[in-house]
Nanobody, 120 residues
Framework: VQLVESGGGLVQAGESLSLSCAASGRIFSIDRMAWSRQGPGSQRELVASMTTGNITFYADSVKGRFTIARDNAKNTVYLRMNSLEPEDTAVYYC???????????????WGQGTQVTVSS
């Protein structure tokens, strides 16, 4: 299984950016899809997640500004980030719970990370 992220970059405060993460390889089913981030000198934190029933979670720091979405047909999760702030600067990682066959349990796979930098 491979997760490939795209969409990071450098933006100014107040601007928007979208991230995407596509899973490929041996995939039987997908459950939770999520984005986490790790800023400079900080621990990795969960930013947003979405279940197969479209139940979402957002960290308080991004509520109202970030939106998570998923395309089950494409095994892809997205993160739309509006009104970006310098505090959002971090490496963003997608993480997806995947079953590789019908007998396996779900395992959490991680993307390689994509840098988001917000200048003031």
């Amino acid at each position: 299984v491979q997760l490939v992220e795209s969409g990071g970059g450098l933006v100014q405060a107040g601007e928007s950016l979208s991230l995407s993460c596509a899973a490929s390889g041996r995939i039987f089913s997908i459950d939770r899809m999520a984005w986490s981030r790790q800023g400079p000198g900080s621990q990795r934190e969960l930013v947003a997640s979405m279940t197969t029933g479209n139940i979402t979670f957002y960290a308080d720091s991004v509520k109202g500004r970030f939106t998570i979405a998923r395309d089950n047909a494409k095994n892809t999760v997205y993160l739309r980030m509006n009104s970006l702030e310098p505090e959002d600067t971090a490496v963003y990682y997608c993480n997806i719970d995947i079953k590789v066959d019908d007998r396996a349990a779900y395992s959490r796979f991680w993307g390689q990370g994509t840098q988001v930098t917000v200048s003031s």
